[in-house]
């Protein structure tokens, strides 16, 4: 099990961009697949990016293909979501998530392990 903690939300205008972090501890983290899902009010909780524990893979929403860009650091024990050229319909909060396993990073089944979220807004 892995302690999660997000960082780096802000309010942004359309165009800009952001960098998330998901720091973690109590776990070894370099064993976890990772990933960042995000939420808005009175919709379920969406994929947006994934990575395998060595970085080797990784999987993104066709939503935010393009622009996002996810990235992990097995050192510091954080894993980061580089999101440029921002629209207003990315605006949501975002949480990110461990999986001890490799298997259909992309799928929320199987990520046990979440932090406590961090609010994106983008205005137009």
């Known amino acids: 099990q892995v302690q999660l903690v997000e960082s780096g939300g802000g309010l942004v205008q359309a165009g800009d961009s952001l960098r998330l972090s998901c720091a973690a501890s109590?776990?070894?983290?370099?064993?976890?697949?990772m990933a960042w899902f995000r939420q808005t009010p009175g919709k379920e909780r969406e994929f947006v990016a994934a990575?395998?524990?060595?970085?080797?893979?990784?999987a993104y929403a066709d939503s935010v293909k393009g622009r996002f860009t996810i990235s992990r650091d097995n050192v510091k024990n954080t894993v980061y979501l580089q999101m440029n050229s921002l629209k207003p319909e990315d605006t949501a909060v975002y949480y990110c998530?461990?999986?001890?396993?490799?298997?259909?990073?992309?799928?929320?089944?199987?990520?046990?392990?979440w932090g406590q979220g961090t609010q994106v807004t983008v205005s137009s």
């Open positions: 109590r776990g070894t983290f370099s064993r976890y697949a």
């Open positions: 998530a461990a999986k001890p396993n490799g298997y259909r990073i992309n799928y929320i089944d199987g990520y046990d392990d």
């Open positions: 990575i395998t524990w060595t970085g080797g893979y990784t």
